[in-house]
């Protein structure tokens, strides 16, 4: 089932798949309560078992509404089953009720090709996110 969860529900699976099992405080996000944000969970056996978070941020040089999608993660043990896909057509359908134009992330290098199957596209060269790695900017339009 998927639907809208709290900022505090996306920790675990964040700490877990994204940050090396990290502290839970070390993986909050600036931006996760900010006005207009929200965040996608996917539960299983009411399980949280894929996340993402969504908040209002131009991508540099566009105008019009921007949302930027962060902390993406699905639990190892239910990766390549389409629960991330699954959740992003859901809040793309979020995006389109809150008018947004589109919706743009940094991509780890290693799921590019999940978003390009989505219909995003690459915007920017490589570069590399300290202690993280090698990542993308990618780019959905949405109007």
């Not at 994204?18 to 405080?25: A, E, I, N, S």
């Amino acid at each position: 089932m998927i639907g809208l969860i709290k900022a505090a529900d996306t920790l675990p699976l964040r700490s877990l798949v994204l940050r090396d099992g990290k502290p839970l405080d070390a993986c909050i996000f600036p931006t996760d309560e900010i006005e207009g944000s929200f965040h996608v969970g996917y539960l299983s056996n009411d399980e949280l078992v894929c996340i993402a978070s969504f908040f209002p941020e131009e991508h540099p040089g566009d105008g019009g509404v921007g949302y930027r999608l962060r902390g993406m993660a699905t639990n190892q043990h239910y990766q390549g089953q389409g629960l991330g896909s699954e959740l992003v057509k859901f809040a793309i359908a979020c995006l389109t009720e809150r008018h947004a134009d589109y919706l743009w992330c940094n991509a780890r290098a290693a799921a590019m090709n999940f978003y390009r199957r989505l219909g995003f596209e690459v915007i920017s060269a490589e570069f590399d996110i300290p202690g993280i790695g090698p990542h993308f900017e990618m780019k959905l339009n949405l109007k």
